[in-house]
């Protein structure tokens, strides 16, 4: 089983800051199979970004994927209010699919 | 646009059979395939397994011998069993679709308690 580790567990920031979420995976991911979701109280996780890089649909473009291999990060450009939230990746590259232990985004 | 629906029992005493419908509206169940996923109370998510509409399924290995995923094409439903369950067992279980791997529609998650 890949184990997807995030850090930090928590990021205390201000809206307007550039947030930066890793994720380092125990064994190496095709970018085609790593995902980031994002997650509000009560909401389901909800696709931000596939394919290691390609943003899914609605979401804006101050959020950014990039990484390969063991080593993939999650960019929000300039913090928004609708924006602190949790954030989890997930892969499926290897069976079984796995997703990272989250990292949540806070109002600084 | 893919919407999916969780229904079933909110309580389940230990021991007993967890029992959970996803139905699919929006998209013919013949298209991607169709997941559940678990969230425990201090928030990790699991993946239980996924079924295909052809009835190709593929369980987490770590549930394997208590999970059964079986779709209903004409009803467009699938569905979670999960037997012999535990306290372990409480968390919001989520269905999702998965097109290459990731999940773009999740369900709105039913919560579901193990106690007698």
């Known amino acids: 089983e890949i184990v997807l580790t995030q850090s930090p567990g928590t990021l205390s920031l201000s809206p307007g800051e550039r947030a930066t979420l890793s994720c380092r995976a125990s064994q190496s991911v095709s970018s085609t199979d790593l995902a980031w979701y994002q997650q509000k109280p009560g909401q389901a996780p909800r696709l931000v970004i596939y394919?290691?890089?390609s943003r899914a649909t609605a979401i804006p473009d101050r959020f950014s994927g990039s990484g390969s291999g063991t080593d993939f990060t999650l960019t929000i450009s300039r913090l928004e209010s609708e924006d602190f939230a949790m954030y989890y990746c997930q892969q499926f590259g290897s069976s079984p699919l796995t997703f990272g232990g989250g990292t949540k985004v806070e109002i600084k | 646009q893919v919407q999916l629906q969780e229904s079933g029992p909110g309580l389940v005493k230990p021991s007993e059979t967890l029992s959970l419908t996803c139905t699919v509206s929006?998209?013919?169940?013949?298209?991607?395939?169709w997941n559940w996923i678990r969230q425990f109370p201090g928030k990790g998510l699991e993946w239980i397994g996924y079924?295909?509409?052809?009835?190709?399924?593929n369980y987490n290995p770590s549930l394997k011998s208590r999970v059964t995923i079986s779709v209903d094409t004409s009803e467009n439903q699938f569905s979670l069993n999960l037997n012999a369950v535990t306290a372990a067992d409480t968390a919001v279980y989520y269905c999702?679709?998965?097109?290459?791997?990731?999940?773009?529609?999740w369900g709105q998650g039913t919560l579901v308690t193990v106690s007698s």
């Open positions: 394919g290691a890089s």
């Open positions: 929006g998209r013919s169940i013949s298209s991607y395939y």
């Open positions: 079924i295909y509409a052809s009835g190709t399924t």
């Open positions: 999702a679709a998965a097109r290459g791997g990731h999940l773009p529609y």
